[in-house]
C-alpha cells in the first residue's frame, strides 16, 4: 500500500485554522433569538501558502446596500433548516458555489445588520481552484483579500456609528488595493467586523489597530458585545409594542 506523504503546506494552514475555528463554534446557540434572520458564508481559501477570504460587490440595481462590499449571503427562507443551509443557499445563487464544494467548519457569533436582522456568519473552506460566476442580478464583482490583511491592513480607518436603538460605537474600513486586478475595494461596517473577528479567531494576535474585544478573552468579549446589542434592539422593540 501506498503510505500518505507528509501533509502539503496548505494542509497544514488549513489544519491549524479549522482547530481554532472549532473552539469559536457558537453552533445553534443563537438560533432561537426572536428577530429576522440572515447567513453570509465566510469563504476560505488557500492561495500561495496562505489563508484567503472571498469577498463580493453588491449589484448597484439592489435595493438594499448596492455597490458594498459584502460576503456572499442574504436573508433566511422557509426551506433551510439552519444557518448553514441558508448560508450555502445564497452562496450558490450569487456566485454559483456549489454546496457540495464548501467544508462547513463552524458558526461564529452573529453580528445585526441595519434591517435588525440576526446575521450568522458560517465559516467553510473552498477549493483553491474555485471560479466564481456571479449573478449579475446580485454580484457585480468577487475578489479575495488574504486574511491576514484584516489585522495587519496598510490603507485603515474608523467611522462611528449609531443604531436605531441608541448604541454606538466605531465601525473598521478597510481600502483594500489588489495589484493584480488594478482595483480597490472598500470594505466596512457588518462585512469588516465578520472579517476582522474571523482574523483574530484564526491568528489570535493582536491586530495593528483597535478593536472592541478583550484579546484575552475573545470568545467572551465577543457574546458580550452581541448580547448588548441585541439587548439595545430587543428593548426597543418591546416599547414599541
Ligand atoms: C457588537 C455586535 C456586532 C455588531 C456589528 C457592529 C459592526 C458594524 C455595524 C454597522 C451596521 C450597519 C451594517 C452595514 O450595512 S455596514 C455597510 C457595509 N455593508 C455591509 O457590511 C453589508 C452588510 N449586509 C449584508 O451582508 C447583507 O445585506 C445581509 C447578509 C445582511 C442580508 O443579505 P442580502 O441583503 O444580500 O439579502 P438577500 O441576498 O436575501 O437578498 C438581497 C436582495 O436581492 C433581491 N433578489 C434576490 N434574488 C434576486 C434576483 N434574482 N434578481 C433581483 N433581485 C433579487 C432580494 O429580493 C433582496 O432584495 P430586498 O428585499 O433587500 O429589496
Ligand atoms: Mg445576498
Not at 144 to 163: D, G, H, I, R
Not at 190 to 219: C, Q, R, S, W
Request: charged share 25%; net charge positive.
Amino acid at each position: 500500500a501506498v503510505l500518505p506523504g507528509p501533509p502539503s503546506a496548505a494542509a497544514r494552514v488549513k489544519e491549524s485554522a479549522r482547530r481554532r475555528l472549532r473552539e469559536f463554534d457558537v453552533g445553534d446557540r443563537f438560533s432561537r433569538l426572536p428577530l429576522p434572520k440572515a447567513s453570509v458564508l465566510l469563504p476560505l481559501t488557500v492561495r500561495a501558502g496562505k489563508l484567503h477570504l472571498l469577498l463580493t460587490v453588491r449589484a448597484m440595481q439592489l435595493r438594499r446596500s448596492p455597490g458594498e462590499v459584502c460576503f456572499p449571503g442574504g436573508k433566511r427562507e422557509a426551506i433551510d433548516k439552519d444557518e448553514i443551509d441558508t448560508a450555502l443557499r445564497e452562496a450558490k445563487e450569487e456566485v454559483g458555489l456549489q454546496p457540495e464544494k464548501v467544508e462547513v467548519v463552524c458558526r461564529l457569533v452573529p453580528g445585526i445588520d441595519k434591517m435588525n436582522h440576526v446575521v450568522t456568519p458560517v465559516v467553510g473552506f473552498i477549493e483553491d481552484t474555485f471560479q466564481a460566476t456571479p449573478n449579475p442580478d446580485e454580484v457585480s464583482d468577487v475578489f479575495v483579500v488574504p486574511l491576514e490583511y484584516f489585522v495587519k491592513p496598510s490603507n485603515y480607518k474608523t467611522l462611528p456609528y449609531k443604531t436605531s436603538s441608541g448604541y454606538s460605537g466605531w465601525m473598521h474600513c478597510f481600502i483594500y488595493d489588489d495589484h493584480e486586478r488594478k482595483m480597490s475595494f472598500k470594505i466596512w461596517g457588518l462585512t469588516a467586523h465578520f472579517a476582522v473577528f474571523l482574523a483574530l479567531v484564526i491568528f489570535g494576535k493582536h491586530p495593528t489597530f483597535k478593536v472592541e474585544y478583550d484579546l484575552d478573552n475573545l470568545i467572551s468579549s465577543a457574546e458580550t458585545n452581541f448580547m448588548n446589542l441585541y439587548a439595545s434592539i430587543y428593548e426597543r422593540k418591546k416599547s414599541n409594542l
